[in-house]
Structures are given as structure tokens and as C-alpha cells.
């Protein structure tokens, strides 16, 4: 018997019990709300919707903008920033944005200790196309200075009537990119270019399938010609848009007089896009991999790939193993993992495996004494819970087999999820029947009336036109009238 | 004759003449605003004293952040992130922190299309240690606990009335440290501890010296026991108060009930510590060491550490210098140079040069036709202007090697300014022929009176008492009083 095994018993059972998640089954809602205060990776705040975005989950904030920092960099943009508020006035530029923003915005009206005059009030940002469009404004003159490819790392806010931790929140942290470029056709290639960007990180770090696609009419985002968006199911079969990237045409060109001279010598309106993630894909992550255990983290994001614990009832037990334990945390340190040794003597074992749980460390090394008489110890993975003993020598190279695998079983797992509650619908009835049950590819008119009864009738929105869904004219389902191809209903976050 | 020597008056004189700066010794304020400006650092915007950053300037942040956020989590530190608005109630918790910053914050008072209610407004965050210990509350319960060491990455706003890019800006970035501790020693060694990180970031990063020191009653942080700074001279003399630390005792503790159980089950004060630095460092770097030709930045912040430009004016010569030059490129950059190839045929190496001095590119490397058929490229360095032929092969070596060389240069010529303009001052006559002549050591009687006067009469302030300078009696330059040792005094930014 290995000191794990024979230690679990070892913390107080009320602890345990003090850490008990409700199940996804039984409230799928309170378990993640839970599991982000369990966690600590969020708390609410006194700020109307804004929350404290704790270490824990800071951390996975981190990961992310790291890495996607880096897909933006070999993708030839740059970072700025561009200041919090924005003139009143600005807003009002562009019909459709302020028409959208304006009931949601923070205004500011006082500062310095003085009220400000009627005309030079000032909104908190709830995205920057207007103030970014004013600096293009200046910066280009030449189709020489074109393509800009901008991306900002910033808080942003929307007043949130019904907040909800990460998903939304009315403070909320993300990047915008935002581009000029000569022309329509390069417009929309970078629009799909960093759609993809978003896809290869849900998919490739975040391990979320997601569907690429366009969003119809009355779902663009306000002021876009055109928004494409990355849909990912979450574990209660909702959907969550991950991410959007939007083809904005000469829209704001025209309200901010962005223009460029042609090579031919002519005055041109820029063509733009923008795109943005945010803190939402942290929700999106918990609700993607989590379990009734705990957070589960992918391992190319989580904050803690391997934690050791040191297992051992007196100082004499102890003395040696720790000393084991720092020599192993160091070499996964020096093999590029996130590693922490856990030498608290306050908790037992059994107690720390649920802690741990809970927190999301990918793999789990228990080392006692007597399996370090046998040169041995114990691997745990997160994800399926199993457990090998395996040689002190090994631990490195196999703590890397086991965080790729992980990787990629959570992306196929999460597949295998979508794939299973995604279904074709053709009548009402099915329709009435699966409404709660994950992705309908459906028929519809491709009238907002239509989508609108969808919604009220039935409670599911239009998500996106798969890319690669092949479109085949069909009958809406709602009215019978002709439609052009399917496209994915969903009850959604 | 190299290449480079040949044709550097190859580019159209106008466009040359257009970049000039006025010089520092004609006016240092319209030179510093001019870099900035032609350096393309940061703009001014529409929103009162709000700047954008551009993308040179912003990468100069990237990269002081990297360092930064190295530091402070070797050194135990977690970051976090709270809310941008804070209740108006908050802020009047603690008496001094109000009083001083009521005047400066911007207040929400309408938000989701409603006005407030009188009781629920907000203020944009001018600081956020209300708001922290807020969370701080909810977050110790026990000494177990402690300390508690949080960073936060973050926009700040404190209503500016006389604005100056990177240096006084309404709105700017930085980074709080806020701690928790169990005991005041504790607090204070934190406090010390993070001063001498800034200290470190300043001198071995931005090759900036800096005196650490205790500010005055009067200069201390509103809230704060003790405030300690990093002061540091520019090259108009002036002082800069660079990066701050601050030993907050119980104050906020007291406010916000953040108590823990200590080891013998007795209720105690948190006792705490907050430590920022901000944007306004690029202002001191740009003042610390550009040149009458613009930016110069120490390399281990350096956006670009070399520029290879390709001289050549048909596609025959060019065409074998490009291949040439992107191979040392690659070279370059795995050696971990942050490297450019400029191939724009469009502008005469003339106008680059003068283009990547104002930008700072710290060395440059011309590579011509003429020069290749040797085997030879020119390297030239920013700081000195001075030039060397180097063979291709060493030039991956002999890059390194100045990168090194002129960081510690531009150290060193920082220091010898700031020697060489550092005075004791000990009559009112010396006091006015010094004025304006950097940093005066003088003695000062302690009290707010003096040093009122000091400031009113000769405009000069106390920056901090240098915790290297021996304390020794003395009298009081101004009132002839006692005085325990002398204090830093200076004009300052």
C-alpha cells in the first residue's frame, strides 16, 4: 500500500464536506458559481456587476493574454492604448453604435472637482472604435502608411443588468484589434484571418471546439457591415459566443474622415475591422472542462500544472521527502513546468486532494516515505482521475506525456460532447423537443421576424452560419418559406 | 569608402530638415514634447489631459512591464485585478485620502441610461487601496493567511490641470502593490524591499540613477505612515520622483475592519504596505538620456536593439544585400536581439539615419553592395554616434558586446550628471545662484513653515532624506534653527 493510499483519511472530515461542490446535474448554474468562489478565482464586488478578478484566476487571465499576445505579434500587429474616456460626442458619430451603446455606457459628468459643461461629458468606454477612428485619423495619410494593424489589452465597461461572474460582468477585460487597410478585399481577409487566430486558440490552448462562422443581421455587432464569431458549447449544452471579428467596412472612416491618398493620387475612406476576446473565455473554459470535483484546467493554460505533495506524519518523515520533493519541483521547473510543493503540516492529505481538485492542477505527485523507499511515487491526473506509480527518475518526462495527453483528451472529449447534442431539426416538434438540448442546425427564412419568433417562442437565437456547414436550400421551420441553408440555433449564454 | 559613407546624402535635404529637433539647451520642455512627438511616443487626444500611447511608446511600457512583473513575482508577489469604479463612500473612509483626492477623481453619475442615486455613485479609481481593502476584508482570517502580497496591472485617473505627456497625465498606467502583514516590522521590511526593486529596475534596466530616500511629512502618500521614493535628475537638472513606497500602517486596516486572528486567537490590524510606479517612467527615460537627435533608450528596454539598413540602388545590388541582411537578422534574433531589416526603397539611407536616431534604435547596422564584396558591414552606435567596420560574421558578437557597453555607459554618464550637478548648499546666497542647478543637500529645520518657503521663495522642493547620506546637525539654511541632517532639495517635475 503506497502513503497515499493509506493517508486520504488523514484531514478532518467536516473539511471536506465544508468544500462539497452542488453537482452540474442538480444546479448547473450554482455549481459554476461555486466552483469560481471555491476556486477563488472571482468574487463579486460592491461595483454594480464589476468583480475582483482573484490570483487564481487572474493567473489564467495571464496564460491567455500571453499566448494570444504572441499569435497577434506574428500576425504584424502592435499594442496601443487609447485613453478610457471618450467624448460624448464621439459616440453619437455612428448611428447604429450609439443606438446600441448609449443605454449601457457609464457617463461621466463630473471631474476636478467641477461640473462638467453639457458638450464635454465623457463615457466610459464600451468599445473604442470612435476614439482609436480619431487617432487613425491623424496617423494615416498615404496608402504608404497602410495596412495599421492596432491591438489594445484594456477594461472596458457596459452596464450589466444581469451580471454574472466572468460571462458578464459589467467591467470587463479584454483587447480589441482594430485595423485600416486599403482596401475591401484586405479588410476581409484580415477580419478572417484573426477569426482564425481565435479559433486556433480555443481549440489548440483553451482545447473548446468551436464553430466558425456569420452571425445574421440583427446579431452584427453595431456599426459592422459584416461579424463572424467562434460558438462554443458549454457542458449544459448552451452556447457561448468565444469571440468575434468584425468587417466594418468604411463605416467609421466616414464619421471620423479616415482617409488615405491612393497610389493614383485620390482621397480614399480606409476599410477597417475589429475583433475582440475577453475575460468571458475564462467562464468559457470553466464550463467547458470543469467537474463536480473542481475547476479543470487545459495544461497549456493552467496556472499550476503539477503540484507535490508531502506526505508524512513527523519531522523525521518528513525531512527527507521534502528535500526529494524540491529537487523534483526544480528539475520540472528547469523542463519549462508550472510546478508548486506543498509542505503545509497544518492540512492532511485528504484535505489538500480536494484543495487541489477544487483549484484545477493538472497532475498531482504524492511523495511519502515509503514510496520513496522504493524509489516510487504517485501521479494523479485532474481530468479522468486516475492514478500510476511510477519511478522518482521518470516523473519529469512523464508529467509531460500526461499534460499533452490531457490536452488533447479534454479537446476530444469536448468534441465527442458537441458532437453528441447537435442535431438536425426539421419541425416544429423536434424543435419544441430539443430546445434545450445543444446545437439545432435549422432552416430558416432568413427574416428577423422569424428569428425574433425563434427566440420568443422557443427561447433559441441564430449562434452563427457554420463555414463549413454546406449550405442546401431548404424550409424554414417555423414558416415553411424558403431558406438558403442551415445555420445553428442554440439556447445561448 | 564604405557604402554607408558614400551615400548618406542620398535622401532629399528637405525631408531632413524636417526632423530636426530644437536642442535641448534652446528649450528642453519643447524638445522633450517634440521627441515625443516625432519619435511617434504618444499623442495628445480629445479627452482632457488623456494621451495615446503609440505603438513605439508602448512597446517601451511592454517591456519595462516584462522586467517589472518579474520582479514582483520573484519576489512573492500574485497579480489581481479589481474594479475601475469605486463607490464615492469608499473613498471618504480614510480622512487624508479624501481630502487629497476628491478634488482630482472624475465621478460616474449616470449609468444604464439612469441618473444615480445620490448614495450610489462612483469614482474613477485615482488609486485603489479602498477598494483592495475592501477585498482585503473578505479574504484574512487568520494569520495563516498573512501576508497577503497582490499586484495589479491597471488604468488610474486623477483630473490634470496642467497635462504633460507621459509626466502628469489625466489619465496612465501602472502597477499598485498592496500588502497585508502580521506585524509593523513586517510592513516595513515590504515597504524597503520594493523601494529596492525600483531601485534595481531603475538603475540596471533604465540606467537611471536614483537616490532612495523618506519623502517629508508633507510629501507623504494621504494615508500613509511612512513614504519612501526613488528621486532621480533629468537633463535639465530638475528631480523626477520616479517609483514610490508606502507603509500604510493600520490606517486603511481601520477603515475597512481587515483583521486577522493572530497565532495566540487575538483580533488584530492588518498592517499594510502600497508601492506603484507608472507611464511616467518613459517621460524620465526619454529625459534621462535622449539627444539633441532624439530618442536614445537603454538597450535591455529598447523596442529595437539594431536596424540593418540595405543601401543599394538597383535591384542588382539590392538583391544580394537583402538575402544577406535577413540572414543576420534571423542570426540576430535567436541570439535574442530584438532586430529590423529596413528594405524600403522609397526613402535614401540619409533619411533613415536621422529617422532610427529619433526613434532610438540603439546600434545600426548599414550593409551595401561594396561593403559585402569585403565582407564587411558598418556598425554604428546611438548613444556615442561613433562608428566601426566589423566583419559579417562577428557581427551577432560585436552587436552584444555594445548593447552591453552602452548600457553601462549610459549609466555611467547619468551618474557623473547627476555628480556633477549635486550641491551642498549652506547660505540663502548659495541657495540663489543654485537654484536652478540640480540637486542641493541642504539643512532644513523640519518644519512644514521652512519648507513652504523654501518652495515659494526659490521654487526648489524636498525631494527625499537619502538613506545613504550620514545624518549630521546642522542649521537650517533658511531659518538658521537646528537641523538634524541635510535633505534633498531640487526644482522638480
Known sequence: MSDAQKQPQNAPKKQNDNLKLPTREQDFS???????????????????????????????????????????????????????????????????????????????????????????????????????????????QSYRDLPILINQWANVMRWEMRPRLFLRTTEFLWQEGHTCHASEAEATEETLRMLDVYERFAEDYMAMPVIKGQKTESEKFPGAVNTYSIEAMMQDKKALQAGTSHMLGQNFAKMFDTMYQSKEGKKEYVWQTSWGVSTRLIGALIMTHSDDAGLVVPPKLAPLQVVIIIIGKTPEERGPVREKAHAMAADLKKAGVRVLVDDDETKGPGFKYAEYELRGACLRVDMGPKDLAKNEVTLARRDTRSKETIQVESTVARCHELLEQMQKDLFEKAKAFRAANTHEVNTVEELKAKADDGFLLMHWDGTPETEKRFKEEFGVTTRNRPFDLKQEPGKCVLTGNPSTGRIVFAKAY
Open 30 to 140: 450554482k455549481w459554476y458559481i461555486e466552483v469560481i468562489s471555491r476556486a477563488k478565482l472571482a468574487d463579486n464586488s460592491d461595483v454594480r456587476g464589476s468583480m475582483v478578478i482573484r490570483p487564481n484566476g487572474y493567473a489564467i487571465w495571464e496564460n491567455m493574454q500571453r499566448v494570444l499576445d504572441g499569435m497577434f505579434k506574428d500576425t504584424g500587429h502592435q499594442n496601443a492604448y487609447f485613453p478610457l474616456l471618450i467624448p460624448e460626442s464621439y459616440l453619437a458619430k455612428e448611428a447604429k453604435h450609439v443606438a446600441d451603446f448609449a443605454p449601457q455606457v457609464a457617463v461621466v459628468t463630473h471631474a476636478g472637482g467641477k461640473a462638467l459643461p453639457e458638450g464635454e461629458r465623457y463615457v466610459i468606454r464600451p468599445t473604442s472604435e470612435t476614439i482609436i477612428n480619431r487617432s487613425f485619423t491623424n496617423w494615416v
